[in-house]
């Protein structure tokens, strides 16, 4: 399933704009950041609608302290629909998340354990026994969401030698997440 990722800063105050328009219905993350010394209100309305209308709004005057963050998880956003912010300057809205029907269907690829994995879906299979030291993060791997997940078909092990924290044996059809910190630049592994 391809991962979507996309930053918006308001330029412009208080006024209705655009933060994110989807090209494929995904499952969303929404993150405000109030990125400015004192408190603000948010508008925040999702519709192909220009401009959005009052049903349209999900939160409306809505306040976010300095320095505060306001999330919304697993918003469904339709192709076509946009993410609308009316806020204070400086404002930064984040959308991230996965995309739905089409690419859900699809069956996740199969990459052979090896010292350096380099996964470019969300989701992939692992076949083999051979360590894993380094898993190379995916280019659209978004900073609000930022795991995969490795379906092991064989019990390859992962170690410390790279950019993984600890060192674990993938459990054939258990499901291992790997959660990665960009501060560290480490996978977290699940087990």
């Known amino acids: 399933m391809p991962i979507v990722s996309s930053t918006f800063v308001v ?3 208080n006024t209705v704009t655009t933060a994110y328009t989807a090209t494929s219905d995904l499952t969303a993350n929404i993150y405000v950041l109030n990125s400015t010394v004192a408190t603000g209100n948010i508008r925040l309305a999702i519709t192909s609608s220009n401009p959005p209308t009052a049903q349209h709004y999900l939160f409306y005057d809505f306040p976010i302290k300095a320095s505060g963050t306001f999330v919304l998880e697993n918003v469904p956003v339709l192709s076509g629909e946009r993410v609308w912010i009316y806020a204070p300057a400086n404002f930064v809205v984040r959308v991230g ?7 859900a269907a699809s069956s996740a690829p199969t990459i052979a354990s090896a010292t350096t994995i ?15 030291a380094t898993i190379t993060p995916p280019s659209n791997l978004g900073s609000f969401d930022n795991q995969i997940t490795l379906l092991p078909t064989g019990a390859f092990t992962t170690t410390t030698a790279g950019n993984i924290a600890i060192a674990s044996t993938a459990v054939v059809s258990r499901a291992l997440i ?7 630049t480490k996978w977290y592994p699940s087990y």
């Open 118 to 132: 380099a996964p470019t879906t969300r989701i992939a299979f692992v076949s083999g026994t051979t360590a894993v």
């Open 97 to 103: 998340g996965v995309t739905d029907p089409a690419s």
């Open 11 to 13: 330029s412009v105050a």
């Open 178 to 184: 790997m959660t990665y910190d960009a501060t560290t």
